[in-house]
């Protein structure tokens, strides 16, 4: 399980093969993840259950900071924090 901290965050930064890194709100990383699965062939086990491809992302922003789309191709995510904590 990973730390409630990271969850608190609100700033992920992607990583994409062939682009470069870019920083997305947890909004916008959740969508990114929605896509990503989407787009894959078949889900990882532990998703399969979930109903929705909402509920898919948001497991795997909670559990996870990668996914491989295809052998050698993988796509990571990383909470950052872009202002210091008050």
Not at 27 to 54: F, H, N
Request: charged share 20%.
């Amino acid at each position: 399980m990973s730390d409630p901290l990271l969850r608190a965050l609100d700033h992920y930064v992607v990583l994409e093969p062939a682009g470069a890194e870019r920083i997305l709100t947890a909004a916008e990383t959740l969508a990114w993840l929605e896509t990503q699965l989407g787009e894959l062939g078949a889900l990882p086990a532990d998703l399969r259950g979930l109903p929705t491809a909402t509920q898919q992302a948001m497991r795997l922003l909670e559990t996870a900071c990668e996914l491989e789309l295809e052998p050698g191709r993988t796509i990571q995510w990383f909470a950052v924090r872009v202002e210091p904590p008050s």
